[in-house]
């Protein structure tokens, strides 16, 4: 099933082919096709190079009125367990010619037709008996002489012939490309869908995507989903309504992407057994990252409108965090390496070819940590009925000292870089006994005259206990205020210095009391 999905991607990727390109611009149909060959290889190196995909023509077929190519797709799977088995899959395209194509008639003349589709061979049988015989995919693509195009992919509709555990319902994505001055713009639609495995279904009912992207590489995008479900077993379901994504930016020069985007979700649900568990209103996540010559820095915004478990509002709340002098070049070889993580924070037998790697990962974290990177939240509101409550802190990391860099202790390794931390939060009081309250109610199933009274008893407790320890200051009869910071090696709580031993200590007496 995995080298037929890997066909699906290149299929896509041929297809393609015959969208703008070389057909605007005058070249040859050859030299397409020549150039597509290394778009499908490079997506191959990239993307899958455990299965060392070569693509190639094995045939192609030029007439007068029309065009036949075979293309020539051989994998080698490493991951199999009787060794590496090699494998090839056939992909079929006919290209009927204009000013007319003889295979899609048109009053209006247009440079190409073409249709792209998989051939039945040994390492398909299964996905195209599954499809009733049919090509599993198939893509057509109308071409006019401006470089503009109707396309159209089909995904076939599949069964498991054997217990008819598997069922997917087919899928159509109708879609137009544009060519105007330079910038290239794509808009595709997609039927409804449905695809169920062994009790999960998973289904949309709209879908529609947006993408344009100018000379300078920089793309706008927007996609949407009407309404999204996964089921499970007829017991278990999360419903997503409304679902909007919207995206400009570009990949900046530590190859990670740099721009503006929001996350939109006007409502998501999970019920068990048709009974709301958990409600969430009007999410939106909207996130901004921008590039120096050095850094990377980001603000990440996040609101939820409003939020219910169980039937009963828990309340509304925003979260702005920011990520600022975070060491670029460090950061785009973490990305790109990050599997050698492991080999640091878990603790994984590293084999020699890997011990270079865990260096250069751990050089690079060293050079990220020296950059003093800073990641804070400024700040996190949460409200309900009874009041409101602020969160607000910023954590500032560091190389650590020479002698620390030898430790085997992640865990060490990770506090000697902290550099500074410092927290400050005000909270109120009634909102801190409605939140206890509709716990109680919730997880012991008591009235809300009962939680209210072992809520309000439970935070005078809690609140008694920090004003006695000085971990809290009482502003007034409503608000508890509390200030942390520390700094090279120094505890500064609500005024109060002190070494970070004697802080510790402070923690385990009150946890003993």
Do not use: C
Request: hydrophobic letters at 40%; zero cysteines.
């Amino acid at each position: 099933m995995k080298k037929s999905i890997v066909a699906v991607g290149v299929l896509v990727v041929l297809g393609g082919v015959w969208v703008g390109g070389a057909w605007y611009t005058g070249k040859m149909i050859q030299g397409q096709v020549n150039k597509s060959i290394v778009d499908a290889q490079t997506y191959f190196n990239k993307n899958v190079p455990e299965y060392q995909a070569t693509i190639s023509v094995a045939d192609y077929q030029r007439g007068v009125f029309s065009s036949t190519i075979n293309y020539q797709l051989e994998m080698i799977d490493q991951t199999n367990a009787e060794g590496p088995q090699k494998d090839s899959v056939t992909i079929h395209q006919e290209v009927s010619h204009g000013p007319f194509p003889l295979a899609k008639l048109s009053l209006i003349p247009k440079l190409a037709y073409s249709k792209t589709e998989l051939v039945k061979q040994g390492s398909l049988d299964k996905l195209f008996e599954m499809a009733g015989g049919k090509s599993p995919v198939s893509i057509d693509i109308l071409t006019s002489y401006s470089g503009n195009s109707d396309l159209k992919v089909v995904l076939e509709p599949l069964t498991e012939k054997d217990s008819n555990a598997f069922k997917f319902s087919g899928l159509t994505i109708d879609g137009v490309a544009n060519i105007l001055k330079g910038k290239e713009a794509v808009t595709l639609t997609s039927s409804p869908f449905e695809l169920s495995d062994e009790g999960r279904v998973v289904s949309y009912d709209t879908a529609k995507i947006d993408v344009s992207q100018n000379k300078a590489q920089e793309y706008q995008a927007t996609a949407s989903i009407g309404k999204f479900t996964v089921a499970e077993a007829d017991t278990d379901q999360l419903v997503m309504n409304g679902l909007t994504i919207k995206s400009n930016g570009k990949i900046g020069k530590f190859d990670l992407g740099v721009g503006v985007s929001d996350i939109e979700l006007k409502n998501v649900t999970y019920t068990v057994k048709q009974q709301p568990k958990l409600v969430i209103d009007n999410l939106l996540i909207s996130s901004n990252a921008q590039e120096t010559d050095k850094f990377i820095n980001q603000v990440v915004d996040t609101t939820i409108g409003q939020m219910s478990i169980d039937g009963k509002t828990i309340g509304s709340g925003s979260l702005k965090l920011k990520l600022d002098q975070f060491d670029g070049k460090a950061l785009q070889y973490l990305n790109q390496n990050s599997n050698q993580l492991a080999y640091l924070f878990l603790g994984v037998p590293a084999e020699e070819s890997a011990e270079q790697a865990g260096n250069m990962m751990m050089n690079n974290l060293m050079a990220f940590l020296d950059a003093n990177p800073v990641i804070s939240i400024t700040p996190l509101i949460w409200k309900n009925d009874k009041g409101e409550s602020q969160v607000d802190m910023s954590l500032t990391m560091m190389k650590p000292d020479s002698q620390n860099m030898a430790m085997e202790d992640m865990s060490q390794l990770l506090m000697s870089s902290i550099k500074s931390f410092s927290s400050n939060s005000k909270l109120s009081i009634p909102m801190l006994n409605e939140q206890v309250k509709i716990s109680h109610e919730i997880s012991d199933g008591i009235s809300a005259e009962e939680a209210q009274a072992q809520a309000t008893k439970a935070v005078q407790q809690i609140v008694g206990l920090g004003l006695a320890q000085k971990m809290i200051n009482k502003q007034d009869d409503n608000t508890i205020t509390s200030s942390f910071n520390y700094a090279d090696g120094v505890i500064d709580l609500n005024g109060q210095k002190m070494p970070a031993e004697q802080f510790i200590n402070l923690f385990i007496m009150s946890g003993m009391n």
